[in-house]
């Protein structure tokens, strides 16, 4: 079981390029399929932008909306403007956001520094160092390649997105 509250929590952490968000667009189908309901949380190590140049919503933030809330009928976003001298919210500050109510799993994609029940992905060639043998979190390793010498951990294909579809199932 992943952790005791509601909906479970779990993340993907991984060195920039190594496939999280390939891996993520294939396991949330598998998932959703098998009637869970999936929310999804994504650091992103820039600034970005969910509306584009030119519409209403991109010119009235632009102008000073420190709120911008669009709505239709079919979906709703709010962006929130951070001042300079805030900080950068934290996964726990975040989660609130989410409508826990109607979600059974949240998947996180990034936050690989924060305390909370993860997965970690590795692609050795590109040569990054394991992160889970500094982090207690970490619940499964998953690679391109054989298990790394005295591993304890679960060991996933990267390459099996049903196969680790079914490894989070056994955590919930």
Do not use: C
């Not at 891996?23 to 598998?30: E, F, K, M, N, R």
């Not at 993860?118 to 889970?132: A, F, N, Q, V």
């Not at 005295?150 to 990267?158: F, M, Q």
């Amino acid at each position: 079981m992943i952790g005791s509250r509601s909906p479970a929590l779990l993340g993907f952490a991984a060195f920039s390029g190594t496939g999280k968000t390939e891996l993520l667009t294939q396991l949330i189908p598998i998932l959703a399929e098998q009637g869970l309901r999936i929310g999804m949380v994504k650091h992103a190590h820039h600034a970005f932008d969910v509306d584009q140049p030119g519409k209403d919503s991109y010119r009235l933030r632009k102008a000073g909306a420190r709120e911008m809330l669009i709505s239709s009928g079919r979906r709703w976003a709010l962006m929130h403007e951070l001042a300079e001298d805030e900080e950068e919210m934290t996964l726990a500050q975040l989660l609130p956001k989410l409508d826990a109510a109607s979600l059974d799993l949240i998947l996180v994609e990034g936050f690989k520094h924060e305390s909370f029940p993860k997965i970690e992905l590795s692609r050795p060639d590109l040569g990054h160092p394991y992160l889970y043998p500094d982090d207690p979190n970490i619940l499964a390793l998953a690679t391109d390649a054989p298990p790394p010498p005295g591993l304890t951990l679960p060991h996933l294909d990267l390459n099996d997105p049903p196969a680790i579809a079914a490894f989070i199932r056994t955590l919930l």
